[in-house]
């Protein structure tokens, strides 16, 4: 039996603090496993506008099953990503369970976000945090930063303004007119946009400053410069991934210019930061075993539970 986890029923089984658990241990073994994850995407017909992403296999250590995730990416579309995450059992390849896509990959994406933040920026009890695209994955990086650290104050920006207010709304902040002014009056920056061109430079900043950037998900998108990202501590989740499509690709930079990975800092193998004044940046693309990470979460909660729809696909 296969069981169809919707939106509804993954907002049901998930919560932020056994989410951003269940991805920190898989931060930390994740590099053991043997068989190395894929991201696929391929650009559509031009009377389609947008791309779509195959993310596979989802694996990690302990857990007897893989996901495949197949996305559409619609810029125009809301919400504007959109799939499917397989989970299969690693036994027989039964599939357990079709999982929806975009509240899986908001939460995996936001909250791993989120753990990267609080383990790279400055400890602080008075920090701003300045957020730069007020959406979804936005949200579960708030949320999940809140849970690890105390946030002072937050600023928000957005183009779409409306939904910039919004988001100041919920989470008790302030909307300012444009990401350097986000940036000025902020101590970590949040960034989560569909960019293709920098939104901030290394003149734009200060010393101390940390800022998460998860736009930078594929070729050609791009939210911080070249000199940003070469003068600060850089962290990312895949070299080869970032160097290819992610952060380091659309700055023009190698693999060798990520100090670290967030795996290499959870297990102790880099120092992170060091000093009050280091700038620091965490790039990271997104791994198919974050996908598996949320996905056995969910389908075993729902499944206890009795949520989700079952049905049998080979009836």
Known sequence: MTRILTRSDLLAVLDPVSCAAALREGFLGADSVSVAGLRIRTDLPSAFPGTATALLPGLLPGIDAYTVKVNAKFPGAR??????????????????????????????????????????????????????????????????????????????????????????????????????????????????????????????????????TIGADEPGKQELSADLLASSLLVVDDRELAASMGALAAAGLPATAADATLGEILRAEHPGRTSAEVRSVHAPVGLPWQDLALSWLAYRRARESGLGTEINLLS
Do not use: N
């Open 79 to 212: 919400p504007a990503l959109r799939g499917v995450i397989c989970l299969h059992s690693g036994h027989d390849g039964e599939l357990l369970a079709l999982l929806d896509s975009a509240t899986v990959t908001a939460w995996r994406t936001g909250l791993a976000a989120a753990l990267g933040t609080h383990l790279l920026a400055a400890p602080s009890d008075d920090a701003v945090v300045g957020v730069v695209g007020a959406g979804a994955q936005a949200e579960l990086m708030v949320r999940g930063l809140r849970g690890l650290r105390p946030v002072a104050g937050l600023v928000v920006y957005d183009t779409d303004q409306d939904r910039a207010a919004s988001f100041a709304s919920a989470h008790g902040g302030r909307v300012l007119a444009s990401p350097r002014d986000v940036a000025a009056a902020s101590d970590i920056v949040l960034l989560a946009t569909w960019s293709r061109t920098p939104l901030l430079t290394l003149a734009d900043t200060r010393p101390g400053q940390h800022f998460t």
